[in-house]
C-alpha cells in the first residue's frame, strides 16, 4: 500500500506541468455544473417564492359550499400530522356595502364588495400593501376594523376613519389596500375588496342559508411535503366538492407556465452536467493513455498488475477530487463576481449563493467520472504483457467481464447523480435519448467521415494528405473530438434554442399591450357613445367593442339523426359564446378554407378536430331560441394566449347577426397604473353606463407579470452562462488533445516539415472534424428542440434555422483555431526537446 | 320563455331544461303547444329587454318572464332590475300577450336590505301589471344539493322537473284562458 502511494505521488512530481493543465480543465467543468447548479436552485427558490404569493400559501383548499360535518376536523389532523405544517382560514363572499347612518347623508348608496374575513397570520406568503405604507397587521382589523380598497372610498364617498356597514354590522375603515396577495386568479371580480376579521364575519348575519359563500383554508407546509399532502387531502376532499391545489397546480396557467421554467431550468442542469462530464472524461483519457508506456515499464520490472492499477487508478483519483475542490473554488469565485444588476429582478432581491447540494453533485461527478474513464482502461492493463506494451502493439480486443461490470457500476452510479434533482422525467429522458441516439450518430459519422475522405489521400497538397490520414490511423481521435465537440454543440445549441422559444412564449404573455380592464354587457346602443367616452378618457387607445351572442350547436346538416349523433358528443351541444366580423384578427391564422362570408361560418381548429368538422357542412345553431343554419367555410387557428381580441369557436361572417339582439365586450388597456385614477375611470364608467360591468385584472395581470420577469431573466441568465461555459469546456476538451500529436509533430519536423505546414495540416484535420460535429450537433438540437418543445414544456415550436446555420460555422472555425492554438508551443519548440522529454 | 341559465338548462341536456318538460307536458295534456326556449345563460334583465323583440318575433301566444337571477348573484341595483323587467312586460302587451311573471330571490349574502327590496320588485310588478306570478322560480328547490347540480346554482334534471311542476298550475290556467 505504501508503495502505491509513494509510486503516485513519486509520479505526480515528475510530470507537475502537464497535471496543471488537467487540473484546470477538470475543474472547469466542475466549476460550471457547481456553479450553475447553485444559481438555478437560488433562482428557482426565489420562482416558488413568487408562485406561492399568487396564492398567498403553499396549499389552498376552497369550497362553495358549508364543510361538512368532520372535515374540519379531518383538515386538521391532516395538517398537524405534518410537522412544522400551519394553517389559516378565510372566508370570501360578495356583499352589500352601505355607508353607516351616521357618516351623514350619504346613506342609501350600497356597492357590491367581495368580502373577505382572515384570521391572524394572513398571508404566509407575500406582502398586503396600504396605500400610506404602513405595514399590515392583524391588529388593524380587529375590533370592528375593515381595511378596503381604494375603489370602495371613490363609489361610496368615503374616507379612512369612516364606518361602512356590511349586513348587520358596522366596520371602521382603517386603511387603503394597494396590494393583496393570494387575490383569487379567477379573473371575475362583482366589486372591490373589503378585509374584515374572520371573527367578527358571523356578526354581520349574511352567513345563512343560501348564502354565496367561498371558504379557504390556507396552508402552510414545508416544500418536502407539499405534494404529498396535496394528493392526500385531494382524494379525501374531492367527493365533497373542495379544490385542492397546491401553487404548482397545472390548472393555473401560471402554475403551468411556473412548470415549464422548472423543466428548462432542470434540463439546463443535466445538460451543464453532461458537458462538465464530457470534459473530465476527455482530461482522464488523455491523462491514462499517456501513462500506458510508464505501465509497460513498471511491469518489466517486476510491478504486479495489481499494484500498477492502483497506482494509476489513484492517480486519476486524486486528479478528479482536486480538479473538483478546484473547480468548487472556481465556482465560488464566479457566483461572487455576478454583476449586481442580476440579483435585482423587478423588486425581487435574489441571492447567488453555492448551495450544498450543488457542491456535492459537482464534486461526485466530477471524481466518478475520472474513475469510470480511468478504471475502464487500466483494467485492460491486467492482461498486456509487458513486451506487447514495449513493441506498441495492440492487443487483440477481448470481451472482458470485469471491465463492462465496472463501467456498468460506475455508469449507473454517474446516471443517477446526474438526474438526481432533475425534476422532471420527461426532461432527463428526452435528454439522455438525445445523447444516446446522437453518440450513435456521431459514431457512424466518424466512421463515414474517415471512408468518405479516402479519395483525398492521394491529395497533392501534402498537409491535406496528411490531416486525411490522421483521421484514419490506429489510435486517431476522430471518434472522441467529434463525439466531444458534436455532443457539446448539440446541448449548446439545444439549450439556446429552446431559451428562444420559451421566452418568445412568455413575451406573448407579459406583453404591456395585454388589456387589463374588460368591459362586459356594454348593449347595441351604447356602443358609440362608449367609444366615445373611451377616445376621450384613454386617448390613443383604440377600443374593441366585440358583438357577442350565446348560442348552441344543435346539429350538423339539418337530419334529426345526426342531431342524435352530436348529443353523444357532449361538449358541443354546450353553449358557446360567438361573434360576427369581417376579418381575421390580429390573434388568428387562417388554417383551411377561407373567412366566411355573412351568414356562414369559421371553426376553431379544437372544434375540427375534437367534432370531425370539415369544410362544407352544414351547421345548425340555436341562437336565442332561432334555429340558424350556417355552412363552414374555413377554420381559424387562435392564439389564445394573445387577449387583444378575445378568441372564438365559432365566427360568422359580417353583419349575420345584426338585428339580433345582442352585446358588446370590449378588451381595453388603461394607460394608467394608478390605482386612484382607475378607480375614477370605472366609476365614471359606470355612473355612465350603469349595466356595463367593469372587470379590471390589472392587479392580477401585475402579479403574473412578476413572476414572469423573474422566469425571464432566470432563463436569459443561466442560458448565457450554459453558453458561455460550455464554449469553455469545449476548448478545454479539445485542447487536452494536443499531448496526443505532440510526439508525431516531433518527428515530422525532423523529417523537414515547416511550422506553417504543420499548421496547415492541423487545421484542415480539426476543421474537417468541428464541421462535422458541429452540422450533426445542430440537427440534433433541432430534434431536441422539437421534442422538448412538444414534450416535456409545451409549447410551439420554431425553428431558428439561421442560427443553427451560424452556430455551426463558429463551431467549426473555433474547433480549427484551437487546433492549432493549443499545439503552437509543440509547433514553435525545437523537435529534439520533444523527442528527448517524450 | 324568456330566462337566463336556469331556463337554458346550463349543465343539462337539452331535452331536460324545465321548458322542454312543460312542452312535453303540454303535449301529454293534449294541447297542440310548443315552447321556445330563450334562455340564455348569464343574461341579465338589462340583456333581456334588449332582446325581447327578438324573442317576441313569430306567433308568441304566451311570455313566461324568468330573469334576475343573474342581477341578484352579481348584486345589481335593484331600481334598474324593476325598469328592465316593466319594459319587457309593456312590450308583451303592446302585442297582446299576457305574461306569466316568475319571481327570484337574491342570495342572503347580500344582506336584509338587499334581499328584502330584491324580492318586492317582483311582487310590485305583478301588483302594478296584474300579470300572472309565480313568487318563486325555484321553490323547492334552491339549497337542495339532490335537486342542484355541484354548483349549487343550477337544478339537475329533477331539479328542473320540479320547477315544470310548479309552474304548470298558473301555465295551465293561462292555457284555458
Not at chain 1, 387575490?183 to 371580480?189: E, P, V
Not at chain 1, 373542495?242 to 404548482?248: E, F, G, K, M
Not at chain 1, 519536423?749 to 474537417?768: F, I
Given at each position: 500500500m505504501r508503495f502505491v502511494v509513494l509510486t503516485a505521488i513519486r509520479e505526480t512530481r515528475a510530470a507537475w506541468t502537464r497535471l496543471v493543465f488537467f487540473f484546470v480543465c477538470i475543474a472547469i467543468g466542475v466549476g460550471a455544473i457547481v456553479a450553475l447548479r447553485s444559481i438555478i436552485q437560488s433562482v428557482r427558490q426565489v420562482l416558488s417564492t413568487e408562485a406561492k404569493t399568487l396564492i398567498a400559501a403553499d396549499i389552498l383548499l376552497s369550497t362553495d359550499r358549508p364543510w361538512q360535518p368532520g372535515t374540519p376536523e379531518l383538515i386538521a389532523a391532516r395538517v398537524s400530522a405534518v410537522p412544522g405544517a400551519q394553517r389559516i382560514a378565510s372566508t370570501e363572499l360578495p356583499t352589500m356595502a352601505r355607508p353607516a347612518e351616521e357618516s351623514a347623508g350619504k346613506g342609501g348608496v350600497a356597492r357590491v364588495v367581495e368580502l373577505r374575513a382572515v384570521q391572524p397570520g394572513f398571508p404566509f406568503y407575500g406582502q398586503l400593501t396600504l396605500q400610506d405604507g404602513r405595514p399590515y397587521s392583524h391588529d388593524l382589523l380587529k375590533d370592528k376594523g375593515a381595511l378596503v380598497r381604494p375603489e370602495l372610498l371613490a363609489q361610496l364617498g368615503l374616507r379612512v376613519g369612516d364606518r361602512v356597514a356590511i349586513g348587520k354590522a358596522q366596520f371602521t375603515i382603517r386603511g387603503v389596500i394597494s396590494n393583496e396577495p393570494?387575490?383569487?386568479?379567477?379573473?371575475?371580480?362583482?366589486?372591490?375588496?373589503?378585509?374584515?376579521?374572520?371573527?367578527?364575519?358571523?356578526?354581520?348575519?349574511?352567513?345563512?342559508?343560501?348564502?354565496?359563500?367561498?371558504?379557504?383554508?390556507?396552508?402552510?407546509?414545508?416544500?418536502?411535503?407539499?405534494?404529498?399532502?396535496?394528493?392526500?387531502?385531494?382524494?379525501?376532499?374531492?367527493?365533497?366538492?373542495?379544490?385542492?391545489?397546491?401553487?404548482?397546480?397545472?390548472?393555473?396557467?401560471?402554475?403551468?407556465?411556473?412548470?415549464?421554467?422548472?423543466?428548462?431550468?432542470?434540463?439546463v442542469g443535466l445538460v451543464i452536467v453532461v458537458l462538465g462530464g464530457i470534459a473530465v472524461s476527455s482530461v482522464t483519457r488523455v491523462f491514462v493513455r499517456?501513462?500506458?508506456?510508464?505501465?509497460?515499464?513498471?511491469?518489466?520490472?517486476?510491478?504486479?498488475?495489481?499494484?500498477?492499477?492502483?497506482?494509476?487508478?489513484?492517480?486519476?483519483?486524486?486528479?478528479?477530487?482536486?480538479?473538483?475542490?478546484?473547480?468548487?473554488?472556481?465556482?465560488?469565485?464566479?457566483?461572487?463576481?455576478?454583476?449586481?444588476?442580476?440579483?435585482?429582478?423587478?423588486?425581487?432581491?435574489?441571492?447567488?449563493?453555492?448551495?450544498?447540494?450543488?457542491?456535492?453533485?459537482?464534486?461526485?461527478?466530477?471524481?466518478?467520472?475520472?474513475?469510470?474513464?480511468?478504471?475502464?482502461?487500466?483494467?485492460?492493463?491486467?492482461?498486456?504483457?509487458?513486451?506487447?506494451?514495449?513493441?506498441?502493439?495492440?492487443?487483440?480486443?477481448?470481451?472482458?467481464?470485469?471491465?463492462?461490470?465496472?463501467?456498468?457500476?460506475?455508469?449507473?452510479?454517474?446516471?443517477?447523480?446526474?438526474?438526481?434533482?432533475?425534476?422532471?422525467?420527461?426532461?432527463?429522458?428526452?435528454?439522455?435519448?438525445?445523447?444516446?441516439?446522437?453518440?450513435?450518430?456521431?459514431?457512424?459519422?466518424?466512421?463515414?467521415?474517415?471512408?468518405?475522405?479516402?479519395?483525398?489521400?492521394?491529395?497533392?497538397?501534402?498537409?491535406?494528405?496528411?490531416?486525411?490520414?490522421?483521421?484514419?490511423?490506429?489510435?486517431?481521435?476522430?471518434?472522441?473530438?467529434?463525439?466531444?465537440?458534436?455532443?457539446?454543440?448539440?446541448?449548446?445549441?439545444?439549450?439556446?434554442?429552446?431559451?428562444?422559444?420559451?421566452?418568445?412564449?412568455?413575451?406573448?404573455?407579459?406583453?404591456?399591450?395585454?388589456?387589463?380592464?374588460?368591459?362586459?354587457?356594454?348593449?347595441?346602443?351604447?356602443?358609440?357613445?362608449?367609444?366615445?367616452?373611451?377616445?376621450?378618457?384613454?386617448?390613443?387607445?383604440?377600443?374593441?367593442?366585440?358583438?357577442?351572442?350565446?348560442?348552441?350547436?344543435?346539429?350538423?346538416?339539418?337530419?334529426?339523426?345526426?342531431?342524435?349523433?352530436?348529443?353523444?358528443?357532449?361538449?358541443?351541444?354546450?353553449?358557446?359564446?360567438?361573434?360576427?366580423?369581417?376579418?381575421?384578427?390580429?390573434?388568428?391564422?387562417?388554417?383551411?378554407?377561407?373567412?366566411?362570408?355573412?351568414?356562414?361560418?369559421?371553426?376553431?381548429?379544437s372544434i375540427r378536430q375534437r367534432f370531425n368538422i370539415s369544410i362544407g357542412d352544414v351547421m345548425r345553431f340555436d341562437v336565442l331560441g332561432r334555429s340558424v343554419n350556417a355552412t363552414v367555410t374555413g377554420v381559424r387557428h387562435v392564439e389564445w394566449r394573445d387577449g387583444r381580441s378575445g378568441g372564438f369557436m365559432f365566427v360568422f361572417g359580417a353583419g349575420t347577426f345584426e338585428s339580433a339582439p345582442h352585446w358588446f365586450i370590449a378588451p381595453v388597456k388603461a394607460n394608467t397604473a394608478n390605482a386612484a385614477d382607475r378607480a375614477r375611470l370605472t366609476h365614471d364608467l359606470v355612473v355612465r353606463f350603469p349595466n356595463v360591468s367593469v372587470i379590471d385584472l390589472r392587479e392580477i395581470l401585475q402579479a403574473v407579470r412578476k413572476v414572469f420577469g423573474v422566469v425571464t431573466v432566470a432563463i436569459d441568465v443561466v442560458g448565457t452562462l450554459v453558453i458561455l461555459t460550455g464554449g469553455l469546456?469545449?476548448?478545454?476538451?479539445?485542447?487536452?488533445?494536443?499531448?496526443?500529436?505532440?510526439?508525431?509533430?516531433?518527428?515530422?519536423?525532423?523529417?523537414?516539415?515547416?511550422?506553417?505546414?504543420?499548421?496547415?495540416?492541423?487545421?484542415?484535420?480539426?476543421?474537417?472534424?468541428?464541421?462535422?460535429?458541429?452540422?450533426?450537433?445542430?440537427?440534433?438540437?433541432?430534434?431536441?428542440?422539437?421534442?422538448?418543445?412538444?414534450?416535456?414544456?409545451d409549447i410551439p415550436w420554431r425553428p431558428a434555422l439561421h442560427e443553427n446555420v451560424i452556430s455551426t460555422v463558429v463551431t467549426s472555425l473555433l474547433i480549427m483555431t484551437i487546433g492549432v492554438v493549443a499545439s503552437a508551443d509543440v509547433l514553435r519548440r525545437k523537435p529534439l526537446a520533444t523527442l528527448r522529454a517524450e | 320563455m324568456l330566462g337566463d341559465s336556469l331556463t337554458a338548462g346550463l349543465g343539462l341536456p337539452p331535452n331536460e331544461a324545465y321548458p322542454a318538460l312543460l312542452g312535453v307536458r303540454l303535449r301529454e295534456e293534449g294541447y297542440d303547444w310548443e315552447v321556445v326556449n330563450a334562455g340564455v345563460s348569464g343574461d341579465t334583465s338589462g340583456d333581456g329587454r334588449q332582446r325581447v323583440g327578438w324573442a317576441l318575433e313569430g306567433d308568441v301566444r304566451i311570455l313566461i318572464v324568468a330573469l334576475g337571477a343573474n342581477d341578484g348573484l352579481r348584486g345589481l341595483p335593484v331600481g334598474q332590475m324593476k325598469e328592465n323587467l316593466q319594459i319587457i312586460i309593456d312590450r308583451a302587451r303592446q302585442r297582446g300577450i299576457p305574461v306569466l311573471l316568475a319571481g327570484m330571490e337574491a342570495p342572503p349574502n347580500y344582506g336584509d336590505q338587499y334581499t328584502k327590496e330584491y324580492r318586492e320588485v317582483f311582487s310590485d310588478l305583478a301588483r302594478r301589471n296584474k300579470v300572472e306570478f309565480v313568487p318563486f322560480l325555484l321553490e323547492g328547490v334552491a339549497g337542495d344539493p339532490r335537486l342542484n347540480q355541484p354548483d349549487g346554482l343550477h337544478p339537475t334534471g329533477a331539479g328542473a322537473a320540479h320547477i315544470a311542476d310548479h309552474l304548470w298550475p298558473t301555465v295551465e290556467k293561462m292555457l284555458k284562458k
Open positions: 393570494g387575490r383569487s386568479l379567477s379573473a371575475f371580480s362583482l366589486g372591490p375588496r373589503v378585509l374584515i376579521d374572520d371573527q367578527e364575519l358571523s356578526d354581520t348575519g349574511l352567513l345563512t342559508f343560501g348564502s354565496r359563500v367561498v371558504r379557504q383554508e390556507l396552508l402552510r407546509v414545508p416544500e418536502s411535503a407539499i405534494d404529498a399532502l396535496a394528493r392526500d387531502l385531494q382524494s379525501k376532499l374531492q367527493p365533497q366538492f373542495v379544490r385542492v391545489r397546491s401553487y404548482r397546480d397545472r390548472q393555473e396557467q401560471i402554475g403551468e407556465d411556473f412548470e415549464r421554467a422548472e423543466n428548462y431550468l432542470s434540463l499517456q501513462k500506458i508506456k510508464s505501465i509497460a515499464i513498471m511491469k518489466c520490472v517486476g510491478g504486479t498488475s495489481r499494484q500498477i492499477f492502483a497506482v494509476y487508478l489513484l492517480q486519476a483519483l486524486a486528479l478528479g477530487v482536486l480538479g473538483s475542490v478546484i473547480g468548487v473554488a472556481l465556482a465560488a469565485i464566479a457566483i461572487a463576481v455576478i454583476p449586481a444588476d442580476m440579483n435585482q429582478i423587478g423588486t425581487i432581491t435574489v441571492t447567488y449563493g453555492l448551495t450544498r447540494s450543488a457542491v456535492a453533485q459537482g464534486v461526485g461527478i466530477g471524481t466518478l467520472v475520472a474513475l469510470l474513464f480511468a478504471m475502464v482502461p487500466l483494467l485492460e492493463v491486467r492482461r498486456v504483457k509487458p513486451s506487447l506494451l514495449l513493441r506498441h502493439e495492440t492487443s487483440g480486443r477481448r470481451f472482458d467481464w470485469l471491465q463492462w461490470i465496472a463501467a456498468a457500476l460506475v455508469g449507473a452510479a454517474l446516471v443517477r447523480l446526474a438526474t438526481w434533482q432533475a425534476a422532471s422525467l420527461v426532461v432527463g429522458l428526452s435528454v439522455c435519448a438525445g445523447f444516446i441516439g446522437l453518440t450513435v450518430i456521431l459514431y457512424l459519422a466518424g466512421m463515414a467521415l474517415t471512408w468518405m475522405t479516402r479519395p483525398l489521400t492521394r491529395s497533392s497538397w501534402f498537409p491535406m494528405r496528411q490531416a486525411v490520414l490522421h483521421l484514419r490511423r490506429p489510435g486517431n481521435q476522430t471518434s472522441v473530438i467529434l463525439l466531444t465537440v458534436g455532443l457539446g454543440a448539440f446541448f449548446i445549441m439545444g439549450v439556446r434554442g429552446l431559451q428562444v422559444g420559451l421566452l418568445n412564449q412568455f413575451a406573448m404573455q407579459i406583453g404591456e399591450e395585454t388589456p387589463d380592464l374588460f368591459l362586459v354587457d356594454i348593449q347595441k346602443d351604447q356602443v358609440d357613445p362608449l367609444r366615445v367616452f373611451l377616445a376621450d378618457r384613454l386617448p390613443g387607445t383604440e377600443a374593441n367593442l366585440l358583438p357577442v351572442l350565446r348560442a348552441r350547436v344543435t346539429g350538423r346538416g339539418v337530419s334529426f339523426e345526426e342531431m342524435e349523433d352530436l348529443k353523444g358528443r357532449g361538449m358541443l351541444s354546450r353553449e358557446y359564446t360567438i361573434t360576427y366580423r369581417g376579418g381575421l384578427e390580429p390573434n388568428e391564422t387562417l388554417v383551411a378554407g377561407r373567412f366566411p362570408n355573412p351568414g356562414e361560418v369559421s371553426i376553431e381548429e469546456i469545449l476548448v478545454g476538451a479539445v485542447a487536452v488533445t494536443k499531448f496526443q500529436r505532440v510526439y508525431e509533430a516531433a518527428i515530422f519536423k525532423t523529417l523537414g516539415a515547416s511550422s506553417r505546414t504543420m499548421a496547415a495540416m492541423l487545421m484542415v484535420e480539426y476543421g474537417l472534424l468541428g464541421t462535422l460535429a458541429g452540422a450533426i450537433g445542430s440537427f440534433g438540437a433541432l430534434a431536441l428542440g422539437w421534442g422538448v418543445s412538444r414534450y416535456a414544456l | -
